[in-house]
C-alpha cells in the first residue's frame, strides 16, 4: 500500500481531563502494527482513540488502551483491494469478505469501542454505514460528538 493513499492519521486522547489532538504521519496508518504502536505512544486517561482516512474510500477507528486494541473498520468491501483492512479484519478474528458476497456498504468491528465517551453503538454504525458521507466527514462528525471537533479541523486548517 502507498502512503499516499493515507488521507490522514489522527490520534486524540483525554489527558488530565482535556483532550490532546495530533496529526500522525501518513506511514503509521500503512498497517495496523505501526497504527498500535504510533497510538500506544501517547499518555491517556482511558485510551488513545485513532482515526484513518484512506483513499476517501473508507476509515477505521481503532482504540487502545494498555494492551488492548480494538478497531471499527467502516467496509468490509475495503479488504478486498487494501491491506490494511484486510489487516484490520484479521486483528478482529473476521473473514475476509467474498466479493459476491457484498452489494452494500457494511462496517465492521467494535461499534461500542467510543460509547464509554459517549458515543453509542447505532449512532456510530449508522454514520459508518452512511454512502452519502466521505470518511472525512463522518470522522469529522464523530470528534465533533466526543468534544474535540474544532481540534480536530484546526488540524486541516490551511494557512495562506
Do not use: K
Not at 495530533?22 to 501517547?42: E, F, Q
Not at 475495503?78 to 478482529?92: C, F, G, H, R
Not at 452489494?103 to 452512511?130: H, P, V, Y
Amino acid at each position: 500500500m502507498d502512503e499516499d493513499a493515507i488521507d490522514f492519521v489522527v490520534a486524540a486522547w483525554r489527558e488530565d481531563g482535556h483532550w490532546q489532538v495530533s496529526r500522525l504521519p501518513r506511514r503509521t496508518g500503512l498497517n495496523h502494527r505501526s497504527l498500535i504502536a504510533a497510538l500506544s505512544a501517547h499518555p491517556a486517561d482511558n485510551g488513545v482513540i485513532g482515526f484513518v482516512s484512506v483513499a476517501e474510500d473508507f476509515f477505521i477507528v481503532a482504540r487502545t488502551h494498555h494492551r488492548d486494541s480494538r478497531f471499527l473498520l467502516s467496509d468490509v468491501a475495503a479488504a478486498l483491494d487494501w491491506p490494511l483492512a484486510s489487516q484490520v479484519l484479521e486483528e478482529m478474528g473476521l473473514e475476509q469478505p467474498d466479493e459476491d458476497d457484498i452489494d452494500e456498504l457494511m462496517s465492521a468491528g467494535d461499534l461500542t469501542l467510543l460509547q464509554d465517551l459517549g458515543m453509542g453503538a447505532s449512532e456510530l454504525a449508522m454514520l459508518s454505514e452512511d454512502d452519502e458521507l466521505y470518511p472525512d466527514e463522518v470522522l469529522t462528525a464523530v470528534a465533533n460528538r466526543l468534544g474535540f471537533g474544532a481540534q480536530f479541523e484546526s488540524l486541516f486548517e490551511v494557512h495562506a
